[in-house]
C-alpha cells in the first residue's frame, strides 16, 4: 500500500538514501527516522523496525531543508505577483522549508502588527517556515528608526529597507548599534543613488553597445564600505545582501579577517549569468544588483566556495507577465529564484568543478541558517524533521507552465539544469512532491 502521499504516519522511515550533513555528502546509504515531527535517528545502513512504515528514497541525496534568507513574497499590497501562500508553495517546491521575507511590501513591514500578520499567514499557509525582517525606517523612507524591540518581540529576525538603500550615515549606525543590542542583524542594500542615478543594467561593454543606461560597480563597492565601517565602529552585525562585485567581495573577504562581525550572500544568478544576457533587451535579465562582468562572477562563486560570503540566497523577486513585457528600461527589477536555486547551485558550481556538492548543500543550509541565528538548517538526532530528498543527476528543462510561484519571470526560461527535488518535508510533514521522482512508501 502507498501510504506515503495519502497520508504521513507519524512515525517512519526513510532509507536508502545519500545523507548530506555538515557540509559532507555520505559515500554509503543511510536512513532517517522520523517520529512525531522530529528526527528520532539517522545514520548509516538501513536499521530493521519491525511494523515501522519506510519510506524507499532509491538512492536520493538525503539534506535539511533549505534556507533562503532573502524572498519577496509581496503580501500585503501585491498579491497579483505573489501571496504568502504562493510563495511558500513555491519555496517547497524547490526544496525549502525556511524562509526570511523581506519588509517592502505595501504598506512595509515596519511595525509588530505587521511582523505577526506575515507569521500567522505563513502558519496558516503551512509550507515552509516565514522568518519576517522588519524595516529599518518607517515607510522605508530612510528619516527615522522603527521601533525594533517590538518587532523583534513579534518575531522578526532583523531588519533591512530591503529594495532602498539606507543613506544617512548616522541612521545607519544607529540602527547597527541598537540591533545588536537585540542580537539581531542589520541587512545592508548596498548602493548609492547617486552614482547609479537612473542606471538600469551594469555600466560596461554591453549598456554601451545597447544605448541603456549603466549602474556602475563603485555604487555597491563604497556602500558596502561604508556599511562595514560603520559596523566596525557600532561592534553591530551587518548582513551584506545579494553581492555581486568582485570589489565587494574584496571587501568583505578583508573585514573578516579584520575581526568585523559581518556576513553576506550571493543569488544563484550573480553566481551563473553575466550581463551579456541582456544583449537581446529582456526584461528576464534585468535585477538589482544588476548582472555584472564574467570577473565579477568569478569572484562571488570564489568568494562562496572560499567562505568569503556565507551563503546563497535567490531574493526571489517575483513581477506580472505585463509588467515583465515592458521595455527593457522600464521594466521592474527581479526575477524569480526559488524553484531553479537547486539546479542552477549544481550546474554552475558543483558540474563546473568550484565546489562539491557537499559544500553547495551547506551554503543553502547550515550557513544561511547561522548567519541569522535560525534555529532550522540542521539534520540531526533531536531537530525538527525538516528535510528535502533530490536527485542531483536529474536533467529537466525550466518551463514557465511548471512554476508554482504566482509569477513567471525566471532568468533560466528554457535552460537545461541538473539538480531536482523529489520531496520535501516539515517537522515531518511533506509540502512537495515530485511525481517524476516520488519516492516509494510502504507498510
Avoid at 504598506?107 to 502588527?113: F, K
Avoid at 542552477?344 to 557537499?358: A, E, F
Wanted: negative net charge; aromatic residues 6%; charged residues 25%.
Amino acid at each position: 500500500m502507498d501510504w506515503s502521499w495519502k497520508r504521513i504516519p507519524a512515525e517512519f522511515l526513510v532509507t536508502n538514501v545519500r545523507l548530506c550533513t555538515q557540509g559532507k555528502l555520505g559515500k554509503r546509504k543511510g536512513f532517517l527516522h522520523v517520529r512525531k515531527g522530529r528526527i528520532e535517528g539517522l545514520g548509516v545502513g538501513s536499521p530493521t523496525m519491525e511494523g515501522l512504515p519506510v519510506l524507499d528514497g532509491a538512492g536520493l541525496v538525503c539534506a535539511p531543508g533549505f534556507v533562503d534568507l532573502h524572498v519577496h513574497f509581496r503580501e500585503p499590497g501585491q498579491e497579483e505577483k505573489e501571496t504568502v501562500a504562493t510563495g511558500s508553495l513555491a519555496a517547497a517546491a524547490g526544496g525549502f522549508t525556511s524562509v526570511v521575507t523581506m519588509p517592502n511590501t505595501s504598506p512595509a513591514i515596519d511595525n509588530s502588527g505587521m511582523v505577526r500578520y506575515l507569521i500567522d499567514r505563513g502558519r496558516d499557509a503551512g509550507l515552509c517556515r516565514i522568518f519576517p525582517t522588519g524595516a529599518i525606517s518607517p515607510g522605508r523612507q530612510g528619516e527615522a528608526m522603527c521601533e525594533f524591540g517590538d518587532m523583534v518581540a513579534a518575531g522578526a529576525v532583523g531588519f533591512t529597507d530591503d529594495g532602498s538603500p539606507v543613506p544617512n550615515g548616522n541612521l545607519m549606525a544607529n540602527a547597527l548599534k541598537y540591533a545588536g543590542m537585540l542580537g539581531v542583524p542589520i541587512i545592508s542594500h548596498a548602493e548609492d543613488l547617486t552614482i547609479v542615478g537612473n542606471g538600469v543594467m551594469h555600466a560596461g561593454y554591453w549598456s554601451a553597445r545597447l544605448g541603456l543606461a549603466g549602474m556602475a560597480r563603485a555604487s555597491e563597492d563604497s556602500s558596502t564600505f561604508r556599511d562595514i565601517e560603520l559596523a566596525r565602529a557600532s561592534g553591530g552585525h551587518l548582513h551584506v545582501a545579494h553581492v555581486s562585485t568582485r570589489g565587494a567581495v574584496e571587501i568583505i573577504r578583508r573585514a573578516k579577517s579584520e575581526g568585523v562581525h559581518v556576513t553576506a550572500e550571493a543569488t544563484p544568478h550573480h553566481f551563473s549569468l553575466d550581463h551579456s544576457r541582456c544583449r537581446e533587451y529582456s526584461p528576464l535579465f534585468k535585477m538589482n544588483p544588476p548582472l555584472r562582468e564574467s570577473e565579477d562572477v568569478n569572484a562571488v562563486a570564489e568568494g562562496l566556495a572560499d567562505g568569503t560570503l556565507d551563503c546563497i540566497a535567490t531574493d526571489h523577486a517575483p513581477h506580472t507577465a505585463t509588467e515583465k513585457e515592458y521595455q527593457f528600461d522600464q521594466a521592474p527589477f527581479g526575477v524569480t529564484g526559488l524553484e531553479t536555486a537547486l539546479g542552477v547551485g549544481i550546474t554552475y558550481l558543483v558540474n563546473s568543478g568550484v565546489m562539491d556538492l557537499g559544500r553547495l548543500v551547506e551554503l543553502m543550509t547550515e550557513k544561511p541558517a547561522r548567519a541569522l541565528n535560525l534555529p532550522v538548517g540542521r539534520l540531526e538526532e533531536g531537530a525538527e524533521a525538516d528535510f528535502v530528498l533530490f536527485d542531483p543527476e536529474k536533467e529537466w528543462v525550466v518551463r514557465a507552465e511548471g512554476f508554482k510561484s504566482r509569477s513567471r519571470n525566471s532568468s533560466y526560461l528554457g535552460e537545461k539544469l541538473s539538480g531536482k527535488v523529489a520531496a520535501t518535508f516539515m517537522r515531518g510533514r511533506l509540502t512537495w512532491l515530485d511525481p517524476e521522482l516520488a519516492p516509494r512508501g510502504e507498510d
